[in-house]
């Protein structure tokens, strides 16, 4: 058996933090590494208990959620840890803040334990992960300042079938509503994505947004 997935929870709220700390507990390929209430007991406690993945929310006192994950996961830090930011605030601003920190995943905290758990494992293997209702939103507000480049080459080392999967992602679509269009399995759709972030030497979902509508495939 391959060793558990080792969680720090950083939330001030203690009602929040205990629900997240049982949910990932109940987990038998998770264990709570350690938890506290505000960031800057988070930045020392990874020194100490070496966590996997971070949850972290964003509005805390002494150090916020997302100056912690500048320290943690940001430019210049020799060895970046994996953050999940989990916050109640959906508002583009910090999800933009907690991508630029260095942040691996956003999520909200009204979203399902199921995904939740699934944001854990995805940021876990090194893989970057956005909600996709903040997908949504980011591509519904920001896709009209995302001008093509002119001259952008029309030669774009994808098949017919990954540039279709590549339009719905710039749509803001999870890959189960991706699925769903395409009427392929959800595992099928992870294999096509993988393969887009692979040749166009993309980070995540997010950058493949930028890339579809920089090279006039969506609008």
């Known amino acids: 058996m391959s060793a558990p997935i080792r969680v720090l929870v950083c ?3 203690m009602l929040i933090r205990t629900g997240l700390v049982t949910i990932i507990d109940a987990q038998p390929d998770m264990e709570v590494a350690g938890e506290c209430g505000d960031g800057r007991t ?3 406690l990874v020194g100490k208990v070496r966590p996997d993945v971070v949850l972290m929310d964003i509005r805390m006192p002494v150090l916020d959620g997302l100056e912690a994950t500048r320290l943690l996961a940001g430019a210049g830090v020799p060895h970046p840890v994996k953050v999940l930011v989990v916050t109640t605030f959906n508002l583009d601003e910090y999800v933009y803040e907690a991508l630029r920190a260095g942040a691996s995943g956003f999520l909200l905290k009204d979203a399902p ?16 992960l956005l909600d996709p209702d903040v997908t949504r939103r980011l591509v519904g507000r920001y ?20 540039l279709e999967v590549l339009r719905l992602i710039a749509d803001g679509l999870s890959n189960s509503e991706i699925a769903a269009v395409l009427v392929i399995s959800q595992e099928t759709v992870k294999t096509f994505v993988s393969r887009i972030l692979g040749k166009l030497q993309l980070r995540d979902r997010v950058q493949a947004v930028v890339y579809a509508y920089r090279h006039g495939l969506a609008t």
């Open 11 to 13: 939330d001030d709220q």
């Open 42 to 44: 988070g930045v020392e």
């Open 113 to 128: 334990p199921d995904r939740l758990l699934h944001g854990i494992r995805t940021v876990a293997t090194g893989a970057a």
């Open 143 to 162: 896709a009209a300042r995302i001008r093509p480049m002119e001259n952008a080459s029309r030669d774009i080392p994808l098949t017919p079938r990954e």
